[in-house]
């Protein structure tokens, strides 16, 4: 499944120090998202929201959208040669891998000599996907640059041939998996996209029927939209106090994305 492995992130979380901040209480760990970073969580409005603390409801852990918006860049600044696609990972793109489908799309291809009847794909990111919090909507939006290279194999060497340029944006949601901070779109995604022939490839030779690669686009979006969550963030079961506390139900406090924290005997 191609989104939750391009994109599952594990950030790895240490108490830092205890904060007092007037009536709250917060604990302060450093995060280590492939480069080290400090960041806050600490249960903003805590006491309010848990009047009656006990041994098993604990206060909140809030995460700024900011955070997973760096260790998103910083994860893709360590693969910014692309990630190599095939038709499991976006069904809706196989048929378009096969020269004979992909001859609607570029007319060409039929007149090249190729030394495979498949195409290569690579998915790449022009600029790192972006996750905001509207706290008018209560929703987050996802804007994301992405970059569809579709490479042919001339003489045993594979080149690329087109590259299509999607511009998204849509509204996303949140939901607990277990330990896993699930995000993925509501509705299936907008995409205005432009296309252009790769370096070698002369544009006043070669072709693009526009109204095919519509449809390419529209499937791409629709299977984004039925993969269900394209992004997934580990969150840690934390031990303190002799309890393990883990996240539980989801809720908005702008600026923050917070999870209930739960106290329990078992891990």
Not at 38 to 66: C, K, Q, T, V
Not at 210 to 217: D, G, Y
Not at 246 to 258: G, N, R
Request: proline share 5%.
């Amino acid at each position: 499944m191609l989104t939750r492995r391009l994109l599952d992130l594990a950030l790895k979380v240490s108490p830092y120090r205890v904060a007092l901040d007037g009536q709250r209480l917060g604990i302060e760990f450093a995060i280590d998202a492939g480069k080290r970073a400090s960041y806050r969580f600490h249960p903003e409005g805590g006491l309010e929201m848990w009047p009656s603390w006990s041994d098993e409801y604990m206060g909140a852990l809030g995460i700024n959208p900011e955070l997973l918006n760096e260790a998103i860049a910083d994860w893709l600044s360590r693969h910014n040669e692309g990630f190599d696609l095939d038709s499991s990972d976006i069904p809706a793109l196989g048929a378009f891998l096969s020269k004979n489908v992909a001859t609607n799309a570029w007319p060409n291809l039929a007149n090249m000599e190729t030394s495979s009847d498949n195409l290569s794909l690579r998915l790449s990111f022009r600029k790192p996907p972006r996750i905001i919090f509207d706290a008018a909507s209560n929703n987050l939006h996802i804007i994301a640059n992405l970059v569809l290279t579709f490479g042919v194999e001339l003489d045993r060497v594979w080149h690329d041939y087109y590259h299509l340029n999607l511009d998204l944006a849509a509204f996303a949601f949140l939901r607990l998996d277990g330990d896993l901070l699930e995000i993925g779109f509501v509705d299936v995604p907008v995409a205005d996209w432009e296309g252009q022939f790769a370096e070698g490839f002369d544009p006043e030779v070669e072709s693009a029927h526009r109204e095919v690669l519509n449809v390419l686009v529209q499937g791409v979006m629709q299977g984004l939209y039925e993969e269900g969550a394209f992004l997934s963030l580990w969150i840690p079961t934390l031990y303190l106090g002799g309890k393990y506390i883990k996240s539980t139900a989801l809720y908005y406090d702008a600026p923050d994305i917070s999870a209930a924290l739960q106290a329990s005997d078992e891990p």
